[in-house]
């Protein structure tokens, strides 16, 4: 039996806040996967970053792509996996998370970049406030 998804408000997240805590995710997650690409050292495997867009390419393991939708106030997430997911902030637990499933951002991508990869991967994608720059 699986836990309920927690009931987001989104409309009560204002413009400035999303994009306070969207551009801290997305730089925080930036530093990380690039860290992860240069720790593998596998040429194929690139991170780029250009105008509010992250890509993950992973040779034959696919390619990611996150990024922001401000009018939505969300992150959306392409993965290889996976597929589509649109995530919402969630104050209650200072993560992004999809509304159908509960899942966080950060659960998703640890668990599919530690199978694809066949290693443990940990990005750090919790407490998303406490990586917003003042």
């Known amino acids: 039996m699986s836990t309920p998804a ?3 408000n989104i409309s009560e997240l204002s413009t400035e806040e999303y994009h306070k805590y969207s551009d801290a995710t997305m730089d925080s997650l930036l530093d990380s996967l690039e860290q992860l690409v240069d720790d593998l050292g596998n040429p194929a495997y690139e ?3 250009h105008s509010g867009v992250l890509t993950l390419i992973l ?15 969300q992150i959306w997430l392409s993965s290889p996996f996976s597929g589509p997911k649109r995530y919402d902030y969630s104050p ?9 499933d509960g899942s966080a951002l950060g659960e998703l991508l640890n668990g599919e970049l530690s199978q694809a990869l066949g290693k443990e991967v940990a990005l750090d994608m919790e407490h ?7």
């Open 92 to 100: 209650a637990t200072d993560s992004w998370i999809y509304s159908r």
């Open 6 to 8: 927690p009931q987001l």
């Open 128 to 134: 998303v406030s406490e990586k917003v720059e003042e």
């Open 47 to 49: 991170v780029e970053y």
């Open 59 to 73: 040779g034959d393991n696919g390619t990611y792509v996150i990024n922001k939708q401000p009018p939505n106030k």
